[in-house]
């Protein structure tokens, strides 16, 4: 046990902090969770229907993934506000009213530099940082030998809820593999709404999203990215393009790029993408219109979509 002696300041500190974390208890309210069965997700449950799931998808030639769910951790001192960020965001964690919804991320960032110290001194009495991602990892490495062993097919991966590696990046692996079917093994070892809960809603949020659309393999996503004079292209040398058309070839090797923000009477890149939006239109195809580079997130798309459908 450490003991930490305090000046009278730091003890008005920690009672001004006290009663903030108090008020905030006070609004935080009890909430039923409501679950949807999802038919591209099996929760395993028990050790015996894993197997049996695994025995199954390996008929059916579906490619099975086991996904390790569980908190995270900082791995450094570095990361511990921003994780406790994380963790007092999710609303399976701090549970306001919806009425108050528009302050869960403000309050996360006040409960975290609040919280940030002390955690720090807990974190660095276990050496410096969480052991959470090593030992998931090394359980997910033992599940996949001990899977290979009863030749078992299935990819292992790890996703955290509130530090790396994200869940939200084990998804992104999990589709680049072309998963088939996903087994969630929630590591927690008991059921909480702001453990397993919160961890199922997350990949309700993901699922849901794709099952908006009736028939998702025929979606036709549209890529749009900001254009250049063609002489950069091919008088200049300009890499831009190419990186583009790249870029959109990794990211859904189907698509072809459209290109927007043309300005001025020289051309540019083309196709346009207004006039292949309004193409598109007439036909009724676009089911979602996508920036190429998402960093650059620019209005002109907004703009050009809104001068088209206005059009329309
Ligand atoms: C496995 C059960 C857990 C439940 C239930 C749970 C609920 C819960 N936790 C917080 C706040 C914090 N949790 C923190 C760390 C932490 N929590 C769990 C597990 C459960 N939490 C683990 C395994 C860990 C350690 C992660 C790691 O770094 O390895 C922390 C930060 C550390 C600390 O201060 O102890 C906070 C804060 C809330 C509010 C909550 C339910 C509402
Ligand atoms: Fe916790």
Redesign the pocket.
Known sequence: MVAVSLSGRSKLWVLIKRFILRLIGGLIQKRNLNFQANSTMGICTSSEKFVQECRYTHAATEKLGVLLVN?G??ENLNGVQPF?CN?FADPD?IRLPKLFKFLQRPLAKLISIL?ALK?KQ?YAAIGGG???RRITDEQADALRTALEAKNLHANVYVGMRYWYPFMEEAIQQIKRDRITKLVLLPL??QF?I??TGSSIRVLQRIFMLLSKFEKPEEVLIFFSAHGVPVSYDQNAGDPYKDQIEECIYLIMRELKARYQSRLGPVQWLKPYTNEVLVELGRKDLADAVVEALPSAKSLSILRETAKESDCR
């Open positions: 908190i951790g900082p406790l963790l964690v919280l955690t807990r969480s052991p959470l927690f070892p909480s702001s453990t």
